[in-house]
Nanobody, 131 residues
Framework: EVQLVESGGALVQAGGSLRLSCVAS????????IGWFRQAPGKERERFSC????????YYADSVKGRFTVSIDSAKNTVYLQMNSLQPEDTAVYYC????????????????????????WGKGTPVTVSS
């Protein structure tokens, strides 16, 4: 059974940092790409990062580039999202999601995928940044 479990969300002051974890089970990072998404209250879900271990590809949206860093620890079956210089506009529920890497187009320039949705989703972890 494929599972994704996010953790690490918290209340933090502007300028602070958080590290989110996404623990994966039931699949290999060699076969699946991981996407990070966030949804703020009243706003559409934003896809802002992806990582494909097999392809060595990482993408960041302009909204997070230079502040967020995604990485994989295969030994721990975990994807990390290091978030620095957090701002109130980063307040959202953060989700990790997985999809067969052959159906995900993840590069330094773009992140999109076949179909409407990623295949597997975590339940999300909330991040609140106070001003």
């Amino acid at each position: 059974e494929v599972q994704l479990v996010e953790s690490g969300g918290a209340l933090v002051q502007a300028g602070g940092s958080l590290r989110l974890s996404c623990v994966a089970s039931g699949f290999s990072f060699d076969d699946y790409a991981i996407g990070w998404f966030r949804q703020a209250p009243g706003k559409e879900r934003e896809r802002f990062s992806c990582i494909s271990k097999k392809d060595g590809a990482i993408y960041y949206a302009d909204s997070v580039k230079g502040r967020f860093t995604v990485s994989i620890d295969s030994a721990k079956n975990t994807v990390y999202l290091q978030m620095n210089s957090l701002q109130p506009e980063d307040t959202a529920v953060y989700y990790c999601a997985a999809k067969d890497r052959t159906e995900v187009y993840c590069s330094s320039l773009y992140f999109y995928y076949l179909g409407d949705l990623m295949e597997y989703w975590g339940k999300g972890t909330p991040v609140t940044v106070s001003s």
